[in-house]
């Protein structure tokens, strides 16, 4: 049955002679396969470069050679399958590609690019070869069976590169002022539109700023939409930089926790505004179902574009759609989805263990169930052993969860008192939804025993108890104003206005920004490496210093030690130099120690005994949800 909660987000939406089931768009799908989709009325393939020479970061094969036409194809029928329109993003990377054949790359400019390939400024004969191509693969997308064309000319790609004043410095007719800028990108879109005809729908992805000084105002942007508008049929607002300069405007493109939902929304009516006629969409930490029918209602947008909450759940439109919008599982902005911030390692979601894992976490559909219930004990209920007592659960086990606190939710339930954590809180939230609707036998206020254990005669054990503060060897750290940084996270408001936090990593970090940034404290952190949050992602890191570097009562010390904690102040060695730091109050938060000695004692109870989460390696959320769910999923 239809629901009528969100009446605008699934109104059918006419664009040019294509019509989409509702107003959501899944964005450019490099991420996630489209398998776990379902929903969405338009779904966008990624990143597929037009067949001109060098106009991708890596040597990937035109999508429509003959080697690869095929896979393009089956693509398609699988967007149509679950009753979606399939989109393609063409792309052509500009001076931000790779020398993959030949010996450079194609800019507005000549020069050197961020990983040492040489750039050379394309002259007319090239900017006619590349309008061309990328006419060449709209028409072979409109004739294999797409059902739209989506232009990037966003995040400093090729186009955004002639647009912006950050990359073009030319002084012939294609640089200088916006009608010069611009006329690279107008006859890729006149080669585009002239290849599919009138009647097909081209979409195209702009940024309305770049978030990087000397880069293009949103008064150009808006002007250069009018210049395009009429060869496209809509426009998807973003923002940032995807890479080169430094990625400082790349967290602004996939914001973190340090940056607002909805980013590009003002942008977006801006445009909606000055072009009525024109389709608007907009994209950027929209997250909840109640927040795109704001948009969409307000007359802010046409279209809600959405990237991450997808990969957080799958599900999204399907559920908002039918009802059950409270059983969303939330994104929390972590980016370690994105290969960028993750520098290609360990990429996951912190939230959803099913990402990028396909190959052995099955879809809850598809869990197998025992013939047999065992009995499955979890001893410890932080999201280790929550993911582990669910998954355990979904195979119809008999699961005891046994919490030694009053309730559940180890770290997680310290990390959502900090600032920033609005979307940790939203998933804390629907985390003991999750529990609260299972058939978990929850035992809080128990305090786990190998004696008590073995009592319950379990099949499998699971040991998930955790981590605790690690302080380090500095005399003085038992003076009262000294605190550990969990202590400080329960009761911040009892912190006096001048603070030391001993350690820099991702806790201790956002424990000082939090304070000086929107307490208006004055916090000096100390760290003893060179970098700040060293266990966090790169885009994590890049926010994070954007954030410290604007507060002026926030000062950070890294390669410096702490050295004594006395009742004044604390003395610090930096470098050479030593320095006294006064105070109201320290914090320690030089990071967490697994418990060993505990998790090891549980072993000989029974043979299926699993260590997950912190209690083995202290790690990332998205590591202990995955182990605690594959722990689960073993209880056969």
């Known amino acids: 049955m239809m629901n009528t909660e969100y009446p605008n987000l699934f109104t059918p939406l006419k664009i040019n002679q294509t019509v989409l089931k509702n107003r959501i768009v899944s964005t450019p799908l490099g991420m996630i396969d489209i398998s776990e989709l379902q929903g969405p009325g338009y779904v966008i393939k990624g990143s597929v470069a037009v067949d001109a020479p060098n106009a991708m970061w890596a040597d990937i094969p035109y999508a429509f050679s003959r080697h690869m036409v095929d896979e393009t194809h089956d693509w398609i029928i699988k967007a149509h399958q679950r009753g979606m329109k399939a989109g393609i993003e063409l792309i052509h990377c500009g001076n931000q590609a790779r020398a993959y054949n030949g010996p450079h790359v194609y800019g507005p400019c000549d020069g050197v690019n961020d990983e040492g390939w040489p750039v050379k400024a394309m002259d007319e004969a090239d900017m006619k070869m590349v309008?061309?191509?990328?006419?060449?693969?709209?028409?072979?997308?409109?004739?294999?069976?797409?059902?739209?064309?989506?232009?990037?000319?966003?995040?400093?790609?090729?186009?955004?590169?002639?647009?912006?004043?950050?990359?073009?410095?030319?002084?012939?007719?294609?640089?200088?002022?916006?009608?010069?800028?611009?006329?690279?990108?107008?006859?890729?879109?006149?080669?585009?539109?002239?290849?599919?005809?009138?009647?097909?729908?081209?979409?195209?992805?702009?940024?309305?700023?770049?978030?990087?000084?000397?880069?293009?105002?949103?008064?150009?942007?808006?002007?250069?939409?009018?210049?395009?508008?009429?060869?496209?049929?809509?426009?998807?607002?973003?923002?940032?930089?995807?890479?080169?300069?430094?990625?400082?405007?790349?967290?602004?493109?996939?914001?973190?926790?340090?940056?607002?939902?909805?980013?590009?929304?003002?942008?977006?009516?801006?445009?909606?505004?000055?072009?009525?006629?024109?389709?608007?969409?907009?994209?950027?930490?929209?997250?909840?179902?109640?927040?795109?029918?704001?948009?969409?209602?307000?007359?802010?947008?046409?279209?809600?574009?959405?990237?991450?909450?997808?990969?957080?759940?799958?599900?999204?439109?399907?559920?908002?759609?039918?009802?059950?919008?409270?059983?969303?599982?939330?994104?929390?902005?972590?980016?370690?989805?994105?290969?960028?911030?993750?520098?290609?390692?360990?990429?996951?979601?912190?939230?959803?263990?099913?990402?990028?894992?396909?190959?052995?976490?099955?879809?809850?559909?598809?869990?197998?169930?025992?013939?047999?219930?065992?009995?499955?004990?979890?001893?410890?209920?932080?999201?280790?052993?929550?993911?582990?007592?669910?998954?355990?659960?979904?195979?119809?086990?008999?699961?005891?969860?046994?919490?030694?606190?009053?309730?559940?939710?180890?770290?997680?339930?310290?990390?959502?008192?900090?600032?920033?954590?609005?979307?940790?809180?939203?998933?804390?939230?629907?985390?003991?939804?999750?529990?609260?609707?299972?058939?978990?036998?929850?035992?809080?206020?128990?305090?786990?025993?190998?004696?008590?254990?073995k009592r319950l005669h379990p099949d499998y054990l699971i040991v998930a108890v955790g981590s605790s503060v690690k302080n380090p060897p500095v005399k003085g750290l038992h003076l009262p104003r000294v605190h550990d940084c969990l202590s400080a996270i329960a009761d911040q408001e009892k912190l006096g206005d001048h603070l030391v936090v001993i350690g820099g990593g991702s806790i201790g970090s956002e424990i000082a920004l939090g304070a000086a940034e929107m307490d208006g404290k004055t916090v000096t952190v100390i760290e003893m490496t060179d970098e700040i949050a060293s266990n966090a992602n790169m885009l994590y890191r890049i926010s994070l210093k954007q954030h410290m570097d604007r507060c002026s009562d926030l000062t950070v010390y890294t390669g410096t030690v702490c050295e004594e904690v006395t009742e004044s102040y604390v003395r610090v060695r930096h470098g050479e130099e030593l320095i006294d730091i006064p105070y109201d109050d320290v914090i320690v938060a030089s990071g967490m120690a697994p418990k060993t000695e505990l998790a090891n004692s549980f072993f000989g109870i029974t043979p299926e005994t699993y260590i997950v989460g912190d209690a083995s390696s202290v790690r990332l959320i998205q590591e202990a949800n995955l182990e605690g769910t594959m722990a689960g999923l073993r209880t056969i």
């Not at 990037?152 to 294609?174: C, I, K, M, Q, V």
């Not at 959405?306 to 059983?327: F, H, M, N, S, Y």
Request: charged share 25%.
């Open 131 to 453: 309008a061309a191509a990328y006419g060449k693969a709209a028409r072979d997308a409109m004739m294999l069976g797409f059902d739209l064309i989506f232009l990037h000319f966003a995040h400093g790609w090729l186009p955004a590169e002639f647009l912006s004043p950050l990359h073009n410095h030319r002084t012939d007719e294609y640089g200088g002022p916006l009608e010069n800028r611009a006329k690279f990108p107008l006859q890729i879109l006149q080669a585009v539109r002239r290849a599919v005809g009138p009647r097909f729908p081209i979409d195209m992805r702009i940024s309305a700023v770049e978030h990087v000084p000397g880069s293009i105002t949103f008064e150009d942007t808006l002007a250069f939409i009018g210049m395009a508008e009429k060869y496209i049929d809509a426009v998807q607002i973003s923002c940032g930089l995807d890479k080169g300069f430094g990625y400082s405007g790349n967290v602004k493109m996939s914001t973190t926790i340090f940056e607002p939902h909805e980013i590009n929304v003002e942008y977006a009516a801006a445009v909606k505004k000055t072009y009525p006629e024109l389709i608007v969409g907009v994209v950027g930490g929209i997250e909840t179902p109640e927040r795109a029918e704001s948009i969409l209602v307000e007359g802010k947008a046409d279209l809600i574009a959405i990237g991450r909450a997808l990969l957080a759940d799958p599900e999204w439109v399907l559920k908002a759609q039918t009802g059950k919008a409270d059983q969303i599982r939330p994104c929390v902005r972590c980016l370690q989805c994105y290969h960028i911030a993750t520098e290609y390692r360990n990429i996951g979601c912190a939230v959803n263990p099913r990402f990028h894992h396909h190959a052995y976490v099955p879809k809850d559909s598809e869990i197998m169930k025992n013939d047999q219930p065992r009995t499955v004990v979890v001893v410890g209920g932080g999201p280790a052993g929550i993911s582990a007592a669910l998954a355990a659960d979904k195979k119809g086990n008999h699961v005891i969860l046994l919490e030694k606190d009053s309730a559940l939710g180890g770290m997680i339930r310290y990390i959502i008192k900090e600032h920033y954590k609005e979307d940790m809180r939203s998933y804390y939230r629907w985390l003991m939804d999750q529990v609260r609707h299972s058939g978990i036998d929850v035992r809080l206020n128990t305090e786990a025993t190998p004696e008590y254990v």
